[in-house]
């Protein structure tokens, strides 16, 4: 018998959320052949999505069975969009447990899905400016970044323009302007908040720059303002890579997308080069392997440490890009922080706005924007 001849990819890539989703479509789009591995299963609209779900229709109203979330996801439910509505676009702990010292809790918040966690991000889009780049030089701590603002901002534009991002023009060197869709208008509550705290404090406000449609914009509507975006989207009237990047580089018939192939490492050439991974079927159990002149491992900070640490090989010993030991250590997952009060005495009623909002306002970096030598170059 002959022996198949292995198919080779010109693009392999690991990971279908904000990043890979944009890998593949640019290289589709250029005509490069990509097979995309995703870890976790496909979500399908009608199944998954319930923005437009009432309470009522719910079992515990949204607030979900708490026996059930304490035993299933005692950490994804302390994630604000982990709940009875939408849940399921967050991992089962049980499925998929990881370790940590006793001394040093980590939240580890996993959405494992064609998409990842572009389903339940807020879609806070923002841009760094040569604050961050170039802080070293301002505040004598640490090293600057070796690129500037001026070599990122031409791809700034190109992925706004495309993924759709709502916003007003500041004129803020320390939080710079984009290619925007309108903004979309405060709140009556915000409207008065920005009135005060510009009278007060002189600082500015502005609406949050959101990867949400104030327009219809390549061929997506307009949000409707249900402001249940973490819920899904059937209109696709924000970003998620599923609703937009995916279905472009799709388009180009170049793209192969495999679900539920988790990859445990990968396959190293004898110049120490990648040509594809390993990878399991989460469903079947089956182990397999996938080639391509050009791996891409974009499975997100912690995910993709992994894979590159378990890729050991005689080129490398200790993992792919380990030479140094550095290698998962000095990692950075997104992570919030959230609080506040306050009261607006002349804003007084039970009555919520008939439109929904999914942004708020934003006061944007005051303290040291003008550069000064301190330590804070945020506020």
């Known amino acids: 018998m002959v022996p198949r001849r292995r198919k080779i990819y010109d693009a392999l890539v690991i990971g279908s959320g ?73 991992v089962n702990d049980l499925e998929h447990p990881y370790t940590f010292p006793p001394d040093k809790p980590f939240m580890w918040i996993r959405g494992r899905q064609v998409g990842g966690k572009t389903f339940c991000w807020a879609r806070e889009s923002y841009r760094f400016s040569d604050n961050e780049f170039k802080a070293a030089s301002h505040d004598g701590y640490g090293e600057d970044w070796p690129i500037s603002y001026a070599e990122l901002e031409p791809y700034y534009d190109l992925v706004e323009s495309f993924i759709g991002v709502s916003g007003s023009r500041e004129g803020l060197p320390q939080m710079p302007d984009g290619q925007f869709l309108p903004p979309m208008a405060l709140s009556c509550g915000s409207v008065m908040a920005k009135e005060v705290i510009e009278r007060k404090f002189g600082w500015r406000v502005m609406p949050d720059r959101v990867a949400n449609l104030t327009v219809n914009h390549r061929g997506r509507p307009a949000c409707h303002y249900c402001d249940q975006c973490a819920r899904g989207c ?134 040291n924007a003008a550069n000064a030598r301190e330590r804070n170059n945020n506020f």
């Open 234 to 367: 059937f209109t696709a009237s924000y970003f998620n890579s599923p609703s937009v990047t995916l279905p472009a580089a799709a388009k180009t018939g170049k793209l192969t997308l495999v679900s539920d192939a988790v990859v445990s490492h990968l396959l190293m050439d004898r110049n120490g080069r990648a040509q594809g991974v390993h990878y399991i079927d989460r469903v079947t159990h089956e182990h397999r392997e996938a080639y391509a002149a050009v791996v891409v491992i974009a499975a997100g900070a912690l995910e993709s440490t992994r894979i590159l640490l378990n890729s050991k090989s005689p080129s490398h010993p200790d993992g792919v890009g380990n030479s140094t030991g550095v290698l998962g250590h000095y990692l950075m997952d997104h992570f919030t922080i959230e609080g506040g009060g306050g009261f607006i005495p002349r804003l007084r009623s039970s009555k919520r706005e008939a439109v929904g909002r999914p942004c708020g306002f934003l006061i944007p970096k005051y303290v």
């Open 18 to 90: 904000a990043s890979g989703g944009w890998v593949a479509k640019e290289l589709a789009e250029r005509g490069l052949t990509v097979l995309m591995l995703e870890a976790g299963p496909p979500r399908v609209p009608t199944r998954d999505f319930t923005e437009h779900v009432w309470p009522y229709q719910l079992k515990f109203r949204g607030f979900g069975n708490q026996q059930q979330f304490l035993r299933t996801q005692p950490v994804q439910r302390l994630c604000y969009a982990c709940d009875e509505y939408s849940h399921q676009f967050f």
